[in-house]
Every structure is written in C-alpha cells, then in structure tokens.
C-alpha cells in the first residue's frame, strides 16, 4: 500500500545542498567577512610553516648586539629590536604563541562551559540555578583582573597562564550554550527523541548540540580575539608569556623604552595585533549574519 | 476479552504560574477501544494537545490514572516507561520543528529504531527504514536528504514513517494535518486510515477542525477549557449534537456549500474564551453560552448519558 | 473599466535569488469595481500573496520584481510610482490585513497609538481631540471597548488583536481591502465573528476587498465573486453562483472540492489531487496543471489553454473548447 504521488513526480534533481553548503554561500557574499578569513587564513599558514624557513634558535632569539636597533633595510625587513633580532621574524613567531593560547584557550573554555550550559540548559530548576548562581560569581569579576590574581598567585608560565585566560571565558560559552540548548529543548524533535525513550545524554548529544553550532562557533572566534588581545596585555605587565619566547604583547613593551628613537618596534607588533584581532572579529560578524535566516535575502 | 487499549480515569494536570494555577486538563475520563479513533476536538485553550501528551506521559499528570491494555501505567518508572514507548508514538503538528535539521531522511526514521535496539543489525535497519518509506509514500530517492529540502506534505509522511518506525499499537496525532494545504491533508488522511485497517491501530486524533475528525474518528470528544462537554459517536455528534458549544462550534464552521452558507442559522456566541487559571465552580462555558442560568455558575457539571453512548455535561440535560 | 477600482492587467512577478528564477505570478488579469467581495482562492505558492503584495507595492526589495504588465488603482497606474506616491496611498486608498495578527501589531506601542498613526500619517484630522474620537469610534466598530486603546497587543487576544489590525486597515475608510487570510490563526468560532465583522464593516464603508483564503468554506460566506488561483494564473474565475453551482469547471477546482472533507457526505475516502504544485522554478510548457490533471490530453502538454468564458463565467483548460466555443459573450466578471 503506498500513495502514487512520489512515482509520478517529473521534477528533476533534488538539488542536495547540505545546511553548510547553504550557510557557506551567504557568508561568501559579505565582502568584509570573506577578507577577513582569508587574512586569518593566510596568518595560520605563516604560523604553521614558519618552522621549515625560520630556525628557533638562530632567528628568533639569538641576540647579536652589532645589528641592535637597526632601521627597516632589504636584510631585515621591518628592522630589528633592541637584541639585534629581526623584528618581522619575531612577528611571524608570535603568531605561533598567540594562535596556540588562543586555540587551547577557547578549546578549554568550550568543553568545560559547553558542559556546563548543557546540563544547566537541559535540566533547568534548580540545577540550572545553582550552575548559573556559580557562572555569575566568575562573571562578576573583571577578566583582565581575575587573569592578574590567578596568574599572580600561581606563578607565569604557559600552562598557568592558559588556566586564567580559560577561566574567564568559561562562564560566557556556559551562558551561550545554555541558552542555545533552552531554546532547540522546545522544539517538537526533542520531544518526537523522549517520545520513544531516548535517554538524556543521547538526547543533548545528538538532537539539542548539532543545532547549536551556531551561535557557539561564532562565540569562538569572537572568544580567540579577545583571547590573543588579552595574552598580549598580560604579556605586556609581564604576566604572560615569559621572554625570550617572543610574543606581540611583550614585544610592546619592550618597544615602550625606545618609543621615538625606534618607533618601528611598537608599531608592526601593534598592526599585528589589530590585523589578527580585526580579521577575527569580521568572521565572527561575517559567521553570525550568514547563520541568521531573518537576513537572508 | 477486554477491547479497551487506553482508559484515564479523572485525569488533571495543573500548571503553575506566577498568575495561579492554571487548569489544563481538568477530569478527563476517556475511553478507546483497540482499532479504533478517538477525536478529540476544540479549540486553542481547551487542553486537547496537553491531553495528548499526558496520555503518552510525555507530560506528568497532577492528578489521575492512565490505563494500557489494563495496566496502570502512570506510575510506572522511566524505565519501565521506556519500554512501553515502543508501543505508544506520536505525531506532531507542525512537520517544520518535529524533525531534526540536522539529520537525514533516513536517520530520522531510524532513530527511534536505534534507541530502543528493536532491530540490532544494521542492514536489516536499513531495509526496514526502506520499507516504511515506501509504506508512507516517499520515493527512495530521498533517502539522504534533509528535511529542509522538502515540503511540507513530504515532512509530515516522515513524521508518520518515524511513528511507524517502532510497530506500535497506538499514535497520538496531535494535529497532524493542520498545518497543510487541503490536497495534502486528504493524502495524509487517507493514509492514516488505511494504515488503521491494515495494522489495526488505535489513534487518539487531536484537532480544532471538526471537518477533519468526522472522517477519521469512531467516537469524538469534544473539549472547552480542560474539561470534556460532550462524547458520543462520530455520526451522532453531528446529527445530533446537544451541548450549546457544540452547536456553535458546528454553525461556525464555514462551509463549502453556498445554499447552507446562505441560509444556515449562524449561532454566534458572544465573547472570548475566560481564563483557565484557577477558574470558578460550575459551567465554564456560562459566560458566553446562550442558555446560561443561575444553575449553571454553582456546582460543577458532570457528565450525564443522555442516550445510550453519548454523554453530554449540561444543566439543560435531566 | 475606468471606474473599477483594481485593474490588473498581464501582471508576470517574479522573485529572483542566486539559485533560479521564481516564477510567481504569470498573466494574471483581474478588475474589481465598488463594494465587491472578490475571493482569491488557491494553495500554497499559487502566487496570491504575491498578487496582494504586488498591489502594495511591498514586494521584497531584492528579489520582488514585476517583470510585465500593469496594476491600475482607481485609475493610478502603480508600478511605476515612486516610493513617496505609494506610502500616500498605502494605508489611505488601499490597506492590508495580513495573517497573523501576532506579529502584525508592533508590541511596544498601544493599540491605540497604532490606530491614530495611521490617521496622522494621512493627516485626516487637525486637533488631537479628533484623532482621539476618531479612534473611539473606529474601536466601537470592530466591537472593542473603547477604554482598551491604552492597553498592549500582548494585552488582548488573538481575535481582539485582528480586530484591531483590521480597525488600523479601515480607519481611512480604504477603496480597497486586501485580506491575506486574515483568520486563519483563529479559532473557528473567532473566525465566524471576525468574518462577520468584515463583512458589516466593508457594508458599512462600501469598501471593494479581495479574500485570499485556501477555505472554501470562507468564499461561500464571504464573497461575491470567486478567482482561483493555480501556480501562478487565475485558472478560474466567476460570480460565487459560477463556482458552486455551475456544471463545468476546472479539473482543478474539481479536485479542490473533492479533497475536502464535507461534513455532510457519507464517503470514506477521501479523494486527494495526486502529485504535488509544480515547482515554480521549472514550470511545464504547455498548461501548468498538465502533470496532476486525470483529464490531461495531448494538447494540454504542449499549448498554454486560452480563456474560454460563458455568461461571464471563465475556465482556462482545454477541455472546454468546444462546448464554451461560439458564445457571444466575451466579458467575464473578474477582468
């Protein structure tokens, strides 16, 4: 017994575009946002394979007092710092230190707040209270300034120093999650999984999270931004990533004593900054627009 | 032998509210028989959806008792719960948000399937999912597409595949034409029937649309704020309905017949809806019924069984 | 036809995205004169809120285009008006009722509030004293208390909100009316009042008004004049006696009729139309119905049906080429 309707269709081709294919298209159409991933893009390539032309040890941190403070000349491009080493060069691997925190960082944040709202979002009452009640007490705090005290009490290190930068975001993915998952918990599909017995953990893995990419991949790279721009202020008070390792932040400090006679070393790892932080920022506004189906057009 | 599949007895379910306590379903008393359907009638307000789900216990009762097949299930466990699903689905109104986006055709049918291990191999899953596609009407080709993909009559054939999925004896159709165009509708309608006779199902057929409910329901039961006013037969309701919101709900609907249209007394009853939260004792439809009396606003009417088979709850019932 | 209040003329819209080109609307032909009720029946995509929002002016702005053809209100050629000529004329010569009443109010603004903008923006009274009187009496005609004029949308019912969406549409006192399913979000019992409303409104004020609805049920109480609509043409069209009562019609309209369940027959079954409305981006040569109609015939794949009309009463199909052939009158009733 079956209904004749399917078989006599004559339409052609289902055209199989897949949501990401949908999604793709709109965020292509944002010139803004197309720049801006194809400049993070080619900064993850530089930072990827910056170890196959630049050797750590020769490049980055050998100091060689007879080329200090040089201007920018065709030997080193943007000149070099006050060590003698080639600015540019140390540019290129601090993308490496500023992409890696930012990757763990928000990774971190992700699972943990991701956790977090999940269950808060999922079960709501009084589990949701107490969660939420605990979330806000962080998010009470300054970030900048928890990240201080937290990085003060420990010690500076890398892995301290990814603890605070985490511990800060972690309430915010909680929040985004949460609400996320509260708003996918009332549609009829979640309800069509309880109606045949799904468990609880089946249900938020496979019905409730696949539907909340959205708004959380926009949160992560809107969350690395901030990220890399808070790495570069710890660095620069000196609580963040310690020297010789180079890193933008610390790179702008050391530039603050030779500001006029060198202004060269505090303006490229400055425009560095700002192009990594810009460039994320327009994929997250670029990501957020093509997921909103109210904008399409 | 005992025919009856589902019995409530005095069913309640009660929300909390920052304004009170809302009443949704308020006493309801039902009966289906196995292969038969139930439709259960009203409008937006009258607790027929809440109903439903209660019934499948989808939603907590306040109050009350759910019967399956003679046993009480409303205290069962989760788990024991979990393996009566098997037998109890259900299928939504609005084919848009009852199926997942992110998953295929297939998937979504096989879902169910994969969650209560009914069918453990998976090829055999996969011919079962082919079957219940063809049993609903989809080609094959749409096997790994996305529900946005389809229209709206195509997504309610998989609603009613993944209700399928589990073989069981009884579906909750919780509006499951409403949100589809009229040549669609009879498509859907025709298939729900023709899967009763084939498998004998029993169905419990929500619905405002009382045009819809003759053609599928054995008896009806229609329903104003949480509480059931009148049960009889399909037939008899419409040849011979007794409650006064009955009749009105009949005289408004339009229909497609321009003599009856012209010349149709057109019982229009005054005023809104009045509030389910915490609601006064007696007659909750008095406030706009057209024969209401003093009686009618002191105790709570009961049911009564005017003729054999159909109850009505009215005062102007002795 | 210099008095009608509509004339559409050959209209062809369509909406063009970066996938392909819909074709919405194609050759549509219709007039309305005053006081008429027209029905505009059809299912989803046959293009009738395309039709509505082409009068309005409110297509889309990217994708909306009216690619041929021409809309004349009272005499006003439309397509071609600017921005600033239409929103003189939205609200005051002709208004819309949309479908749902829940997003067409604006939520932060008292229904009273957004009764007067509209009499303001058409500047029909001077003194704020006659605009708030103004706004009394139009509340006491869509039987509402006067004194809920200072409450929010959210405030009121899904039935009091249309009724004040509809109070909005006439308190200009439109020639024209266009309701886009108006009471298909309410209950059937709001529906009868909010219908009946219409209909004593649009008695009381003389209005035209074009029904768009997929119920039937609706245009035998409600209209006077019936167009139905199918993937894009108006494929029949006469009085509401033309299409109850008349003996010939449109395989379509016929299968309209069948698939909906009456409360009066004995039947069973019900007997659905088999297949589905053609997809609007690849629609067949010849006639659109072609590939659901059980009286398909050769012709009826490769040629476009002509309009064959008898006493007014108008049938776009094939099948009526000989008996509606030789008859004197050309004119149907709605063009």
Known sequence: MAMTNDRNSTSSDIKRRGQLGIIWRQYRKNTLAMVGLIVFLLLVCVAVFSPVFLDYQNDIILMNNKIRLQAPSAEHILGTDQYGRDILFRIIWGSRVSLVVGLFTVGVALLVGGIIGAISGYYGSVIDNFLMRIMDVFLAMPATIMAVAIVGALGPGLINLLIAMSIARIPQFARVVRSSVISICGQEFVEAARACGTKDFRIIMRHILPNCVGPIVVQCTLHMATTILGVAGLSFIGLGIQAPVPEWGSMLSEARDFMQTNFNMMLYPGIAIVIAVLSLNLIGDGLRDALDPRLKK | ?318 | MEDAILNINDLYVEYVTDDARIFAVNGLDLVLFKGETLGLVGETGAGKTTTALSVMQLLPERTGVIKKGSIKLDGVEITKATENKMRGIRGDNVSMVFQDPMTSLNPTITVGEQIAEVLVLHKKYSTKAEIDNRVDEIMKMVRLQPERKNEYPHQLSGGMKQRIVIAIALACEPKLLLADEPTTALDVTIQAQVLELMRELKEKINTSMILITHDLGIVAQACDKVAIMYAGEIIEGGTVEDIFLAKNHHPYTVGLFNSIPNLTSKASRLQPIAGLMPDPTDLPSGCNFSTRCPNCMEICKEKKPPKFIRNGHMIRCHLFNKSFAGEEDHSCVIY
Not at chain 2, 3 to 8: G, K, N, R, V
Not at chain 2, 193 to 212: A, I, K, N
């Open chain 2, 1 to 318: 032998m005992c025919d009856i599949l589902i019995e409530t007895r005095d069913l309640k379910k009660y929300f909390n509210t920052s304004r009170g306590l809302l009443h949704a379903v308020d006493g309801v008393n039902l009966t289906i028989n196995k292969g038969n359907t139930l439709g259960v009638v009203g409008e937006s307000g009258c607790g027929k959806s809440t109903l439903g789900r209660l019934v499948l216990r989808l939603l907590e009762p306040t109050e009350g008792k759910i019967y399956y097949d003679g046993q009480c299930i409303s205290n069962y466990s989760r788990s024991k719960m979990d393996k009566m699903r098997t037998k109890m689905q259900i299928i939504f109104q609005d084919p848009n948000a009852s199926l997942n986006p992110r998953m295929t055709i297939s998937e979504i049918i096989a879902e169910p399937i994969k969650v209560c291990k009914t069918i453990r191999d998976s090829r055999e899953r996969d011919k079962k999912v082919s079957e219940l596609m063809d049993t609903v009407g989809l080609a094959k080709r749409f096997i790994n597409s996305y529900p946005h993909e389809m229209d709206g009559g195509r997504r309610q054939r998989i609603g009613v595949a993944r209700a399928l999925a589990l073989d069981p004896e009884f579906i909750v159709c919780d509006e499951p034409v409403s949100a589809l165009d009229v040549s669609i509708q009879a498509q859907i309608l025709n298939l729900l029937m023709d899967l009763q006779d084939e498998r004998r199902l029993s169905y419990m057929f929500v619905t405002h649309d009382l045009s819809v409910v003759k053609h599928i329901s054995d008896e009806i039961m229609v329903m104003y704020l949480g509480q059931c006013v009148e049960r009889t037969s399909s037939d008899e309701l419409f040849l011979n309905p007794i409650h006064p919101y009955t009749q009105a709900l009949l005289a408004a609907i339009p229909v497609p017949d321009l003599i009856t249209a012209r010349n149709s007394k057109r019982i229009n009853i005054r005023g809104e809806v009045t509030s389910p939260i915490d609601p006064k004792p007696g007659c909750r439809f008095s406030a706009r019924c057209p024969y209401a009396t003093e009686e009618c606003t002191g105790e709570d009417i009961m049911l009564k069984e005017v003729s054999p088979g159909h109850w009505v709850a009215c005062t102007r019932c002795k």
